[in-house]
């Protein structure tokens, strides 16, 4: 169902966001076990390792937040543009894509 929300209303932010969730997830766990691995052997190199990136992500994520509150009105308008072409389809019962993208709006 998700493929045709996305297909009618051509919002590809979609899958996007559920890709970089992924990545995210896979980079906080190789931050996590290089952390890890360097408390367990003491070695200094890996802690150093370990906080750089750590305050790389903190900066980013800082950077994102500020990006997200100054830009959520464009977000918004985007999405709602995108809902909207999804109504131009719906009295057309034919169309099933649309019909279940109207429903998932409901």
Known sequence: KAEAVVGV???HLYY????????????M???????????MME?????????????ILFI??????????VAHHKVDDVIREA????LTHGNDTTNIEAQSAISMQR
């Not at 996007?16 to 980079?27: N, T």
């Not at 766990?29 to 408390?39: D, E, L, P, S, T």
């Open 43 to 55: 070695q200094k190199c890996l802690l150093g390792t370990y906080f750089v990136i750590l305050a």
């Open 9 to 11: 209303a051509d919002v």
């Open 29 to 39: 766990f190789a931050v996590g076990f290089v952390g890890c691995c360097g408390a």
């Open 83 to 86: 809902f909207n072409k999804t």
């Open 16 to 27: 996007s966001g559920c890709y970089l969730m992924m990545f995210c997830g896979a980079v």
């Open 60 to 69: 980013v994520e800082v950077g994102l937040g500020i990006f997200a509150a």
